[in-house]
């Protein structure tokens, strides 16, 4: 059995492990430097290692798979789509990368230039103008995906934020621009969720809270007295953080001593392409490689007692979501029980206790 050690100049990242790979997910410059790998076999207590390999990773150089820098995303402060006529809002374009000192952005309304070379867009005193889908872009990166920002002079307004990813927390605000509100109450697709003290209310996001909401509060009215009112419906759709993983294996059916190399994929929402992703795998239900940044697992020679379901599961532990992938089933063929080797092994019994009593008749 071979195990399998990673540094970094000279600083283990990934200690012994029967996985021959190490992978970071989302690159940064300064997982840069001189890497180099150990092999070792426990049982006889030898190890050697290799050469050095210099790896460089440049800060703007952060590429998607079409060769085309990744797009840039357009965030709000305060972080609500939905604003009040005179409130001020702060757009900014995000980029995955860090960018050079004099980098120079572009924004866009509605599909049209506007003006603003600067990382931060800000709109002081908003118009119901000001409203459409807000873009930005940097450098020769594509345009960032568009972002839907809205200015209503209604009284009372529910706000969210542009972009939910599952495991964030969706904050929600039942804002009263010109008072304060009694009696909160959110709801989502006509059921209560929530009767809140204060206008504000933080819930926990799966993609099955995808829905309509809107708000109900008692507003001061004339004569001191007081009204419900009820805000305008907005649909908040809570948008995938990672796809379910898929498991692959270099072969579905290997003979006893083959090397056997298992690996997990998904797609990461380009939003969040810098959060980080552990894999961990399983046979037959039971952990056979915990939670690491490695999405390969690798048994270098494969033994029948292997053979099983193997799935994994995909955890971005930063948010707590966590996906299984289906199950891949993998047989291996025992070297010398397989029935062809059976038959081989009957008929050179025969042959060889044929031997003798042919000699003896053929002597007689």
Same mark, same amino acid.
């Given at each position: ?11 283990? @990242? ?20 001189? %890497? ?22 440049? $800060? ?11 797009? &840039?995303?357009?965030? /709000?402060?305060?972080?609500?789509? =939905? ?18 000192? *004099? ?45 839907? !920002? ?10 969210? &934020? +542009?972009?939910? %990813? ?17 009696? @909160?109450?959110?709801?989502?697709d006509n059921v209560i969720i929530s ?23 008692? !507003? ?5 007295? %007081? ?17 379910? &993983?898929?498991?692959?294996?270099? *072969? ?16 990461? *929402? +380009?939003?969040?392409?810098? =959060?980080?992703?552990? /894999? $961990? ?9 915990? /939670? ?5 697992? =690798? ?17 971005? +532990?930063?948010?707590? @979501? ?9 047989? /291996? ?11 081989? !092994? @009957?008929?050179s019994v025969c042959i060889l206790l044929?031997? +003798?009593f042919l000699c003896y008749f053929h002597?007689?």
């Amino acid at each position: 059995e071979l195990q399998f050690a990673f540094y970094r100049n000279g600083h283990n @990242v990934q200690g012994f492990h029967s996985s021959n790979h190490y992978t970071i997910q989302s690159a940064r410059p300064q997982d840069s430097g001189n %890497y180099t790998c150990h092999t070792a076999a426990p049982s006889v207590s030898v190890t050697k290692g290799s050469k050095e390999l210099t790896i460089y990773f440049q $800060a703007v150089a952060v590429m998607a798979s079409t060769g085309a820098l990744v797009r &840039p995303v357009v965030s /709000f402060s305060p972080n609500w789509a =939905t604003i009040s006529l005179h409130d001020s809002i702060t757009l900014t374009c995000n980029v995955s990368s860090t960018s050079l000192l *004099n980098q120079r952005y572009s924004w866009y309304k509605d599909n049209e230039r506007i003006k603003g070379e600067e990382q931060n867009f800000r709109i002081e005193n908003a118009e119901e103008k000001d409203s459409g889908n807000y873009q930005c872009q940097t450098g020769t990166s594509e345009r960032s995906d568009p972002v839907r !920002l809205d200015v209503t002079n209604e009284r009372l307004i529910l706000q969210a &934020p +542009p972009s939910v %990813y599952e495991g964030d927390p969706l904050t929600l605000r039942c804002y009263t621009p010109n008072s304060i509100g009694k009696e @909160v109450t959110f709801y989502k697709d006509n059921v209560i969720i929530s009767s809140s003290p204060t206008d504000t209310v933080t819930l926990d996001t799966s993609v099955g809270m995808t829905g309509t909401y809107r708000c109900k509060a008692l !507003l001061p009215s004339e004569l001191h007295c %007081y009204s419900h009112y009820t805000s305008a419906e907005i649909v908040i759709t809570i948008q995938e953080l990672f796809s379910r &993983p898929e498991i692959r294996a270099n *072969n579905n059916s290997l003979q006893e001593g083959d090397l056997l190399n298992i690996s997990c994929h998904t797609v990461l *929402n +380009p939003a969040r392409a810098n =959060t980080e992703l552990q /894999f $961990a795998f399983y046979r037959n239900g039971h952990n056979v490689q915990g /939670f690491h940044s490695s999405n390969h697992y =690798t048994i270098q020679s494969a033994r029948p007692q292997d053979s099983g379901s193997y799935t994994c599961h995909t955890a971005a +532990p930063s948010v707590s @979501v966590t996906k299984g992938s289906k199950e891949l089933t993998i047989y /291996f063929q025992g070297g010398s029980y397989t029935i062809e080797n059976i038959i081989r !092994l @009957v008929l050179s019994v025969c042959i060889l206790l044929s031997v +003798p009593f042919l000699c003896y008749f053929h002597i007689k």
